[in-house]
C-alpha cells in the first residue's frame, strides 16, 4: 500500500495541525502504523504508533499534545498535534511500522512566529 502525507505547514508556538496519511489501498488489516519525523540536522524519530485495534504508543516529547488516529473506512491515518512547540519543526512521513513498509514523501511541519 501506497502512503500519502498532506496537512502541513506554518503554524504559530501553542497552535494546532492536523496531519492526514492517505492510504492507495485498505489499512483495516495491517497491524502497526505510525508517525515519524526527521528536524534539520537531526536523525528521524518516531514520534506515535497505533495498531489496528487502536492501541497507541508516543515519544515522550509528545505525551499529552499530539493524538494518532486511524480511520479504517477511510483508509487514512491521523497525527493531531495540539500545543505545538517550535521543536516540533520538522518533515513528517507517515509509515507502515509492521510489516515493514517504505518510506514515503513527508509532510513539513514549521512552527513559529
Known amino acids: 500500500v501506497q502512503l500519502q502525507a498532506s496537512g502541513g505547514g506554518l503554524v504559530q508556538p501553542g497552535g494546532s495541525l492536523t496531519l492526514s496519511c492517505a492510504a492507495s489501498?485498505?489499512?483495516?488489516?495491517?497491524?502497526?502504523m505510525g508517525w515519524y519525523r526527521q528536524a534539520p540536522g537531526k536523525e528521524r524519530e518516531m514520534v506515535a504508533i497505533?495498531?489496528?485495534?487502536?492501541?497507541?504508543g508516543y515519544v515522550d516529547s509528545v505525551k499529552g499534545r499530539f493524538t494518532i488516529s486511524r480511520d479504517n473506512a477511510k483508509n487514512t491515518f491521523y497525527l493531531q498535534m495540539n500545543v505545538v512547540k517550535p521543536e516540533d519543526t520538522a518533515v513528517y512521513y507517515c509509515?507502515?511500522?509492521?510489516?515493514?513498509?517504505?518510506w514515503g514523501l513527508g509532510t513539513l511541519v514549521t512552527v513559529s512566529s
Open positions: 489501498g485498505s489499512i483495516s488489516s495491517i497491524p502497526i
Open positions: 509509515k507502515v511500522v509492521f510489516p515493514p513498509g517504505p
Open positions: 497505533i495498531s489496528n485495534m487502536g492501541s497507541t
